[in-house]
């Protein structure tokens, strides 16, 4: 199929030059998605679809658009051509707006990442067994007399994409993702229902973990929230929860860094290339060659090889995302457009002894609203989690808000765990802080 992709990929390509284009990019993908929705015994809903879809970009006289069909159609391919160069060429012309460089093109990786699994398909009826035993899994923990509701899902998808451009890149890649996904609702005081939530997200079917611990841990984590008070409002020491981490850190490390805000002056890392904008216990790798990662890629979304390159090292930044129109306005040379997956530095020891190292603090497990300025880096954002006496839970706590500023909070960060969360491209670990800034009751 890859190869189908590929020639039709190739086909626009020459198509769009013969009509005048200066530069294509085409791109041409097929997905399939398939889920059950399973709720109290019963199935909810069931989804099932595979689209296709041409990705043009287009360089034409010096100006530039984005555009895309999902009718491929020979001819409607030809109509869509014909409207879109037409239509590109009455916008306003941007001399930075070109193709990747070919020499960005060069030392693709050749290996194997592991990202597709052609070992395993999932039938309906497979998928709606390991809903149903997600719910049952749910309901077999402690705490299961207090559920009001079990919802889960199941669900896989198979991704194909062909990249080709008129300046020589081609790049084929299929992928497969597997999800699973438990949520329990619990009865607390009054009309209160917390709920709690569990879920893997996987490349390969085989490395998702049992439905058992999955639908077990759905029900622990909302009867963890029974009686949830606010704490005082105060500086306390804290710990993030390796799968919730990755929130703070897209905060840090997402939008603040990409061209079009560092360009625009909208980022308040945009003058810290190469200072420190974070403890020296951070190092964070930007790895698109991970094996079986969920953001893992032989090439960029510009056609450019895709690269390990270090993020921040000991606390200080050492890359900006670059593309190249952004690449060019800054006058710098482009490095990526985004991240793929981000690695962090070896940590030294797992969640229980950060909670020992701790002693007295908030362990952070949910995040909730919340908001960040990219251009100042001040932030604010609901928790919930516990109160931890002497490395131990105590009691749980909700309805409270952590803010700050993201230069001052990341300096704060003492010890990263051993603990790295591999149902994200964001592979974080459990994370303890000093003390920061919380408002509660």
Not at 209 to 232: F, H
Request: aromatic share 6%; proline share 3%.
């Amino acid at each position: 199929m890859s190869r189908e992709l590929m020639d039709q990929a190739k086909k626009a390509v020459l198509d769009a030059t013969r009509r005048g284009a200066k530069g294509v990019r085409a791109v041409v993908s097929r997905n399939r998605a398939s889920s059950v929705e399973w709720r109290d015994g019963k199935i909810d809903r069931l989804r099932e679809s595979t689209r296709m879809a041409l990705g043009l970009t287009l360089f034409v006289d010096g100006r530039y658009s984005v555009n895309t069909t999902s009718d491929l159609r020979p001819a409607a391919v030809d109509r869509f051509l014909d409207e879109v160069i037409a239509m590109t060429r009455v916008l306003t012309k941007d001399p930075h707006r070109k193709l990747a460089d070919p020499e960005s093109y060069k030392g693709r990786h050749e290996g194997d990442l592991k990202i597709f699994d052609a070992s395993r398909t999932v039938s309906a009826v497979e998928r709606r067994k390991i809903a149903a035993a997600l719910e049952a899994a749910a309901r077999a923990g402690s705490g299961s007399a207090k559920i009001v509701s079990v919802s889960t899902q199941c669900s896989d998808n198979v991704s194909e994409g062909a990249m080709a451009t008129s300046n020589g890149m081609e790049g084929t890649r299929t992928d497969t993702s597997f999800v699973l996904l438990a949520m329990t609702s619990v009865q607390d005081r009054g009309s209160r229902k917390p709920q709690g939530y569990s879920y893997a997200a996987r490349r390969l079917f085989l490395s998702l973990p049992t439905v058992e611990s999955v639908g077990m841990d759905a029900t622990r984590r909302a009867t963890q929230e029974i009686g949830a008070r606010p704490e005082k409002s105060g500086q306390y020491r804290c710990i993030l929860e390796n799968r919730i981490a990755g929130r703070l850190l897209d905060w840090l490390l997402g939008q603040p860094l990409t061209g079009r805000a560092i360009q625009q002056r909208r980022s308040f890392l945009a003058d810290k290339l190469g200072r420190p904008i974070a403890s020296q216990v951070l190092t964070v790798t930007d790895d698109p060659l991970l094996e079986s990662g969920l953001g893992s890629g032989t090439y960029d979304g510009e056609g450019m090889s895709a690269r390990r390159r270090v993020v921040v090292e000991n606390g200080v930044l050492k890359t900006h995302y670059l593309d190249t129109y952004y690449a060019s306005k800054l006058e710098r040379p482009p490095t990526t457009e985004s991240s793929s997956n981000l690695v962090f530095g070896p940590g030294t020891q797992g969640l229980d002894g950060l909670l020992k190292a701790m002693g007295n603090g908030i362990l952070i497990t949910g995040f909730s609203g919340g908001n960040s300025n990219p251009a100042t880096g001040d932030f604010s954002i609901g928790i919930s989690g516990h109160w931890i006496e002497n490395g131990k839970a105590a009691r749980p706590v909700s309805e409270m808000n952590l803010s700050g500023n993201h230069l001052t909070f990341w300096n704060r960060l003492l010890e990263l765990g051993t603990d790295a969360f591999l149902d994200s491209s964001t592979r974080s670990p459990s994370l303890r802080f000093d003390t920061v800034q919380f408002s509660g009751k």
